[in-house]
């Protein structure tokens, strides 16, 4: 029962691994175009592809950032909702 319970854990691990990389690979490309396009503030500085990847990094960077702000006010929020 526990080793099932570990092969179930790990395929819940593994697909959580890969949502989380698809969102963020969809996420940058949709900033990315949205700054090519004028659509955001100071979307020049966003807009630019690396010489040396050949990827929008800025982008990319700027939506992980976004992410990981949200993510971490939706974290301290929830701790506050439960410590009463």
């Not at 593994?14 to 004028?38: C, E, F, P, Q």
């Amino acid at each position: 029962m526990k080793s099932l319970q570990l092969v179930y854990l790990g395929k819940l691990i593994v697909i959580k691994y890969l949502i989380i990389l698809n969102m963020n690979s969809a996420g940058s490309r949709m900033t990315w175009a949205m700054a090519k396009d004028h659509g955001f503030p100071f979307s020049t500085y966003f807009a630019k592809v690396s010489d040396k990847f050949k990827t929008p990094l800025r982008a990319v960077f700027a939506f992980l950032g976004m992410n990981l702000a949200i993510g971490k006010h939706m974290i301290f929020s929830s701790r506050m909702l439960l410590r009463n």
